[in-house]
């Protein structure tokens, strides 16, 4: 069973929808929980971190998060096709000092 | 610098090279990373470093692999007689302090390996 666990997609949904991205983690003892945003091509970029249970709210974006049954969700409100673009849930584990552990990502296709 | 900067930014190299990766990380940030990102997948942890202290490297495929950071700022990762699986985007990161969980990562443009 890998660390962090997503699905891969590809997610497709029409512009000014509700895309919602899931992910699953194994160490329970892990605090602190991201998405990273990748564009093809480039290199990851920080878009949500999030330390406590419930939501959190940014702009367009919510992370969700839920220890007891070790899962965290992105929603993007208002889709648009900028947002097409890999999507990495992280996790960081203390193995001395913090390291993070990445899932695979989930693609998602925002169509004009 | 302003940010993560990698080099170089694409090597090719015949099977059985030696290939050495550099990364010099954000001025003042104490811990350094190194991750492998094949097509299609999420970067997999490789190793990492506080300061010149390599505290992890449990990611490595194998001892032909190797990283230094032997000042605490710039970071080799070597790979020796390189193999076709080695070929993948090895991405570098920093952040200020490990010790903080919340720390967030910033990114190198990674360099792109292709071994032939």
């Known amino acids: 069973q890998k660390e962090v666990e997503q699905n891969s997609g590809p997610l497709s949904v029409p512009e000014g929808a509700i895309a919602s991205l899931n992910c699953t983690y194994s160490?329970?003892?892990?605090?602190?929980f991201f998405w990273y945003r990748q564009y093809s091509g480039k290199s990851p970029e920080l878009i949500m971190s999030?330390?406590?249970?419930g939501d959190k709210e940014d702009g367009r974006f919510t992370a969700q998060l839920n220890k007891a049954s070790q899962y965290v969700s992105l929603l993007i409100r208002d889709s648009q096709p900028s947002d097409s673009a890999t999507y990495l849930c992280a996790v960081n584990k203390f193995t001395g000092g913090f390291k993070t552990i990445f899932g695979a990502g989930t693609r998602l296709f925002v169509k004009a | 610098g302003a940010g993560v900067s990698q080099s170089p930014r694409y090597k090719v190299a015949k099977r059985g090279q030696d290939v050495a990766l550099r990364c010099d990380p954000i001025?003042?940030?104490?811990?350094l990373f190194w991750y492998q990102q094949a097509l299609g997948q999420g970067p997999e942890f490789l190793t990492y470093f506080q300061n010149e202290a390599q505290l992890d490297k449990s990611g490595l495929p194998s001892d032909r692999f190797f990283a230094e950071r032997p000042e605490g700022s710039v970071s080799t990762l070597k790979i020796q007689r390189t193999q076709q699986e080695d070929s993948a985007v090895y991405l570098c990161?920093?952040?200020?302090?490990?010790?903080?969980?919340?720390?967030?990562?910033?990114f190198g443009s990674g360099t792109q390996l292709s071994v032939l």
């Open positions: 999030i330390y406590s249970n």
């Open positions: 001025s003042g940030h104490v811990s």
């Open positions: 160490d329970r003892v892990s605090q602190s």
């Open positions: 990161a920093s952040s200020w302090d490990r010790d903080a969980t919340n720390e967030k990562l910033f």
